[in-house]
């Protein structure tokens, strides 16, 4: 099928390379045309681990394009899918205005009958508000020209993405035109079917994938909910890591113990520095909007929001008993990015922290495996570090604030030695404990 893909970022050009392995025509179009030209000269414009593989072997065969010129692409495709960025606005609604710019496009552009696919997470109500956007801006001749919007929300991680878009959990489709879902369906056959040669090694045969065929208010609303209930549970447990620490608990056995129970289940139970990202933040937001706007109290999620914000301030709270006044000392932060395996620093919890460490005069140095410019949400003072014992060198404390795997196999040994004080904050519970007290470091994490 012929498919255009409009915004190639994190969502959109995983969404345009997974389905052009799967054998369809795909051409990703983004307005920047920075980011258009890297993917042009072969270069990624995100880390993601695993996408340049695909990216390149699918522009090999053909079955994807990239190009800057949204409109020719709309009119070449049948299968438009929109993939742009719905950020908050301050007020915690999501800016639609991206949104509202591609379905004017994409009206003006309307030249045969087209199927409009939204992937961004958007408020609910946005399907129509798509449709009649669409509409106004159909141009005379081809007025009579109809088309249809499903929503189909998208559930990748960061860091996972491509085995996300491969292996999902779910797809959602939220129409209610029998002949669309019959075409959403053909569009993702080898995927329900798990029936692709996956890296040319489809590793295991797998079920079939779930389908969730709704309508357009109940999809957009799975989305923010699944998002809405992973924050939800993340912040639950750091409410318990907190108490673990007033009581004298071990939040580690606590979450384990918990988890066992089915119901229950053992991921999103890392207590921690709170989440962060571009998606948890804005999304239970959003959640929490649409029901203020719409008079039903968002009590919980409200609380989600507090305790991941107060969350980001026990990484603080915890220098300032370690050091007493931060003025003047050096602390070397280790990760950057929100989470490991992306560069995403969108609402990443090393931007506050970071932040408040510098506000309060701290010298701070930060080291990131990928991200190597300082985020333009963080203190320009911050200093980047070309490797973490740059970052460690004569610093009074260390904070750990992404588990990023290389962490783990650090020469702690070295690091004692290089730092000035022994001190240790590690925001993920992440690194061995033991170890490091046996090395003699003072160890702080959260809830152990
Ligand atoms: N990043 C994630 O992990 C993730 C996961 C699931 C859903 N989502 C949702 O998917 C959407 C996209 O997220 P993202 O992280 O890929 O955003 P992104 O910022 O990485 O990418 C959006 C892209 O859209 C482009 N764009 C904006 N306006 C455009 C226009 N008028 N014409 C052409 N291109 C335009 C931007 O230049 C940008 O490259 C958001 O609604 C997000 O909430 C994101």
């Known amino acids: 099928m012929k498919v255009c893909v409009i915004g190639t970022g994190y969502v959109g050009l995983v969404t345009g390379v997974c389905l052009a392995e799967i054998e369809h025509n795909v051409i990703c179009v983004d307005k920047d045309e920075s980011k258009i030209n890297m993917l042009l000269n072969g270069k990624m414009p995100i880390y993601e681990p695993g996408l340049d593989k695909f990216v390149e072997k699918n522009v090999k065969k053909k079955n994807l394009i990239f190009s800057s010129d949204v409109e020719s692409a709309i009119k070449s495709q049948d299968i438009i899918f929109i993939c742009v960025g719905t950020p908050p606005t301050s007020a915690g609604k999501p800016d639609l205005n991206s949104l509202d710019e591609v379905s004017k496009l994409i009206g003006k552009s309307i ?5 409009i696919i939204n992937k ?16 106004e801006n159909l141009s005379e001749e081809n007025k009579n020209n109809n088309f249809d919007i499903v929503s189909n929300p998208e559930f990748l991680k960061e860091g996972e993405a491509v085995e996300d878009a491969f292996f999902p959990e779910r797809i959602v489709f939220g129409s209610d035109n029998e002949k669309v879902i019959n075409l959403m369906k053909k569009l993702y056959e080898p995927i ?24 357009s208010t109940s999809s957009e609303l799975i989305k923010y909910a699944s998002n809405a209930f992973l924050a939800t ?104 990015a929100f989470k490991p395996n992306t560069d995403d620093t969108r609402e990443a919890p090393s931007v506050t922290v970071i932040n408040k460490l510098v506000e309060l005069g701290a010298e701070v140095r930060a080291y990131d495996p990928v991200v190597t410019k300082i985020p333009p949400e963080m203190d320009q003072k911050v200093i980047i570090s070309k490797d973490p014992y740059e970052t460690l060198k004569n610093a009074n404390l260390m904070v750990l604030v992404t588990d990023w795997v290389d962490f783990l196999d650090l020469d702690f040994v070295k690091i004692k030695q290089i730092m000035k004080n022994p001190y240790i904050i590690d925001g993920r519970n992440f690194l061995e404990k033991k170890k490091l007290l046996d090395l003699g470091f003072v160890y702080r994490g959260i809830g152990y």
């Open 120 to 135: 961004s997470t958007v408020p609910i109500g946005t399907a129509k508000r798509i449709k009649k956007i669409i509409k």
């Open 233 to 336: 549970k993340i912040s639950f447990v750091n409410e318990v890591a907190n108490i673990c620490e007033r009581v004298g608990a071990n939040i580690l056995d606590v979450t384990y113990g918990m988890g066992l129970d089915s119901r229950i289940g053992t991921k999103y139970m890392k207590a921690g520095i709170g989440w962060g990202g571009s998606c948890f933040p804005k999304d239970v937001r959003a959640l929490s909007f649409t029901a203020e706007e719409y008079g039903a109290h968002a009590s919980i999620l409200n609380a989600v929001i507090q305790v991941n914000n107060y969350q980001r301030f026990k990484i603080i709270q915890k220098a300032m008993d370690l050091l007493g006044i931060i003025e003047d000392k050096i602390i070397g932060v280790l990760g950057i």
């Open 111 to 115: 030249n045969s009958y087209k199927v």
């Open 192 to 215: 329900i079917n798990q029936d692709f040669d996956y890296a040319n090694n489809n590793p295991k045969k797998r079920e079939k994938v779930p389908i969730i065929i709704t309508d």
